[in-house]
């Protein structure tokens, strides 16, 4: 039912269900012990999503009755690769253990001696070089050759 927004009635139908979490205007979050009963019953009993939610006094009228199918689904293949204990966890948005990106590594330059600078920025220059002739060898341009400044030549245009 994409696009459907519960009703205040349905809401308030839905929310006196002791399986349902939260119900908000577009979705319907279940209890941990709800989803790890309905992947028992439908993994070891080999009944089905909508069976397990109609027994369990969720309307499927309300609801949706693909919601069943969807859910189940996705709880199966959580538990398949986690296991039973992510069914416990809300992991929508950020990932608990991470802060998001990855931090870029920061080098400290105050260290550092003049050689070992140089040498840094040599690797970096290396590096970006090795980059660009990758990237213009896949787009099939031709790299133009490095600049290099000799000293005395004249460089003004």
Not at 60 to 74: F, H, T, V
Not at 114 to 136: G, H, Q, V
Request: aromatic share 8%; proline share 4%.
């Amino acid at each position: 039912m994409k696009g459907h927004k519960f009703t205040q009635e349905e809401r308030a139908i839905l929310v006196k269900n002791k399986h349902i979490a939260k119900v908000t205007d577009h979705t319907v979050s279940f209890t941990p012990t709800f989803k790890k009963f309905a992947v028992a019953e439908n993994v070891d009993k080999g009944r089905r999503p909508q069976d397990i939610f109609i027994t369990e006094g969720i309307t499927i009228s309300i609801i949706g009755g693909d919601i069943p199918q969807r859910n189940l689904g996705a709880w199966r293949k959580k538990v398949k690769e986690i296991g039973v204990s992510a069914l416990g966890e809300d992991n929508r948005g950020r990932n608990k253990g991470s802060s998001g990106r990855k931090k870029k590594e920061r080098i400290d330059e105050s260290k550092m001696s003049d050689k070992e600078i140089i040498e840094y920025y040599k690797a970096r220059c290396e590096y970006t070089d090795a980059e660009n002739d990758f990237l213009a060898l896949t787009r099939g341009i031709p790299r133009m050759p490095p600049f290099v400044y000799r000293p005395g030549s004249n460089t003004a245009s």
